[in-house]
């Protein structure tokens, strides 16, 4: 199912009207938010971990240029292969590539948004190379053919029902919607494609640039068996994904899983940095990252939103967003959701494309407040809004209702007879005025009596 | 032009417009957030203990290798299993003749190749594995990728890990400033049994990896 982020209206609609998503994601998120708290509670450090994370990444990200390239050559002489992508298709091709080369015909793939976004699934299947997602939510939304709706929990807008259905449909088992014979069904499946995958494709939460090594981290042991039975690994990773060192990995390594699950630590930290089967006899004999470019040195063009490039995915923002909270992942169309999502997607996608993401928002700060970055989301919305308005993009309501209220704002008298009028009409009616989309799901506010202008006046008159 | 130079080329040009970011103050107590604390052996050893029940793991303790093999065996039996796959270490080593004498089968992974290694480490249910180093604040273990088998410790449904206490360090940023830089680049960290929540939420154990992590604290 191909999403388009230009339809978010058509989902946000469709989103809205479907109880049983709207259910199952204030449940997953309310769950999310309650158990960060928790963690968030007993760290006294935990606003200058913040700051110090913050610190890191602008110094990373601000000579990203030098860090990419001493990463690269500390990756090399690690013994690891470094390719670079300009784009989606560069890094497919690549992938393909490798597997080409190693006569690859099965993959098995740990959960990764950067793949995602490159839509790398899809792409080496219809080559002919079986590759299977197997973090539990992502291998659910692969069998239906979705992409995830939650940064880090991709199934969170189903009900173990749904997942029942399915198994049953998809994987001819019994219906069963209990979860542990869930997941015993899944374990079982996939345990088997582990065992006898040729390549391992993971993400990369952290590429840490004086050391050359990637890191995964994971709860389900997926990435450990993807990264460690394989004979060929390969990480696509963003090139904003770095951290300078092992001294300030901890800070990212606390940061994240508090903000992703209230976990305190995740259960597999897997640090890659090269090669080990002629050391071990098992794991890798190859390893590749391919650093992905995608728009991210364009963000990084504009000398405040590049603040966006600071994100760790730890899809807080997500969990504490009233509007992701009432709408779901899958309403914004991309495979980045959320605020942050609201960000990216018309930096990658352009303005066009992109048109209304930046306005699903309420700006009411909490996704500012509690990421982990302390990225300035609200700010950066803000930013964006104008720069939908000024590629004429708005929506055509929104241009006439300006234009009609700059044109009375600069005529007084138009002006006062204009917002005489909805006061004094109002009265005719019981509740407030019926706007048109706006009133179908809430109601209007009620105009005051008196306006804006009367009041300054009396208020002038009383203050003299 | 080559893809890396573009891609290095126009990251150069967009930074060429220097941040807009506000300014941001030194944080004033950064020293006390990455602070390595000063524990004593017991406080980190209460710690671990702690924080391991916190991610669903089990801890037992020994004194002696005897004793811990005599914990060990009981746990196998129980499991129950005649067999179990084995790290190398010499704290698996300082217990494996009393575990062989007792009646469990060791699998060492190294004696077998490719194929046949991982098929029959996946085959055994308990995984005896060590350590060579853990953190007390959130009872991590932490195994440098340094030429061993790490099959044993993630196959298995059971995985019991041994740590020496004097190997105990308080926070991970103490463990990276301890560990030599190469062995810091190929390790693997595990904080509890493998798990899931991607169902409704409800968390449930042995997701892909282990279902019980249970680790023997080696007073010794
Ligand atoms: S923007 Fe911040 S809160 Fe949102 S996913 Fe990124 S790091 Fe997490």
Known sequence: MELRASETKQYIKKALKDDAVRDAVDKATQTALAKRAEKVAINPFWEELRKLGHAAKRGVVERLDENLARFETECRNNGMTVHWARDAAEARSIVLGIARDNNVRTVVKSKSLTTEEIHLNKFLINEGIETLETDLGEYIVQLLDQIPSHLTAPALHLTRKDVGRIFHEKLGVEYTEVPTELLAIARAKLREKFLAADMGISGVNFGVVDSGCCVILENECNARLSVGVPKIHVAVMGIEKLVPSFDLLPVFLKLLPVSATGQKQTVYVNIVGGPQRSRSGEGPEQVHVVLLDNGRSKILADPQLRETLFCIRCGACLNTCPIYQQVGGHAYGWVYMGPIGATLIPQYLGTHEGRYAPFTSSLCGACRQICPMSIDIPHHLLKLRNRVVEAGESMAVERAGIAVWAFLAKHPLLYRLATWFPGRFQKLLKGSFPAPGYSAERALGRFDDKGFRKRFLELEKNSR | ?220
């Open chain 2, 1 to 220: 032009m080559d893809a890396r130079q573009q891609i290095l080329d126009s990251i150069r040009r967009a930074l060429e417009t220097p941040s807009h970011l506000p300014d941001e103050a030194a944080p004033e107590t950064l020293s006390e957030a990455i602070a390595i604390p000063e524990l004593g052996l017991e406080e980190k050893i209460r710690l671990f203990r702690d924080e391991m029940k916190a991610v669903s793991g089990e801890y037992i303790e020994a004194a002696s290798a005897a004793e811990a093999a005599e914990k060990i065996a009981a746990l196998v039996r129980e499991a129950p299993a005649a067999e179990a796959s084995i790290s190398s270490g010499p704290l698996v080593d300082a217990v494996s003749s009393a575990l062989s004498a007792g009646g469990i089968r060791l699998v060492k992974p190294e004696t077998l190749e490719g194929d046949a290694r991982k098929n029959a480490v996946a085959k055994i249910l308990v995984g005896i594995v060590e350590a060579p180093c853990a953190v007390a604040d959130t009872a991590t273990l932490a195994i440098p990728l340094d030429g061993r088998s790490m099959q044993a410790y993630f196959l298995p449904e059971i995985v019991i890990a041994l740590v020496s206490a004097k190997s105990l360090v308080a926070n991970h940023f103490e463990l990276f400033k301890r560990m030599p830089p190469e062995e810091r680049k190929n390790l693997l960290l595990i904080t509890g049994p493998s798990r899931t929540a991607d169902i409704e939420k409800i968390l449930i154990l042995g997701a892909h990896g282990p279902r019980r992590l249970v680790a023997c604290l080696m007073r010794d």
